[in-house]
Nanobody, 120 residues
Framework: QVQLVESGGGSVQSGGSLRLSCAAARYPDNTYYMGWFRRAAGKEREGVATIALDGRTSYLDSVKGRFTISRDDANTIYLQMNSLKPEDTAMYYC???????????????WGQGTQVTVSS
């Protein structure tokens, strides 16, 4: 089981920026696919962005052009969130995935989550 440690959440006003980080530890092999998911109050969890070790990325339509997922090694990923909107308010979860994509069914391990709150 991969341990995922997130950081970087917080509160920001609409139009502001935040950067989330996630480090994977205690894993037997490289975590090829990693991603960010979120769950807003009263809503289903949704995939926000995913990245493969070869650099391929995929994004939720509503965050394209505003969010950027990146990784600086096999085990650490980031989510740069710009032009944040109140509808981005959610608990954000880092994930180690079995396959590439934004489907929660692809997730092998979850982080504990970090709260992002955007006020208008």
């Amino acid at each position: 089981q991969v341990q995922l440690v997130e950081s970087g959440g917080g509160s920001v006003q609409s139009g502001g920026s935040l950067r989330l980080s996630c480090a994977a530890a205690r894993y037997p092999d490289n975590t090829y696919y990693m991603g960010w998911f979120r769950r807003a109050a009263g809503k289903e969890r949704e995939g926000v962005a995913t990245i493969a070790l070869d650099g391929r990325t995929s994004y939720l339509d509503s965050v394209k052009g505003r969010f950027t997922i990146s990784r600086d090694d096999a085990n650490t990923i980031y989510l740069q969130m710009n032009s944040l909107k109140p509808e981005d308010t959610a608990m954000y979860y880092c994930a180690a995935q079995r396959t590439f994509g934004l489907d929660s069914a692809s997730v092998r391990d979850w982080g504990q989550g970090t709260q992002v709150t955007v006020s208008s």
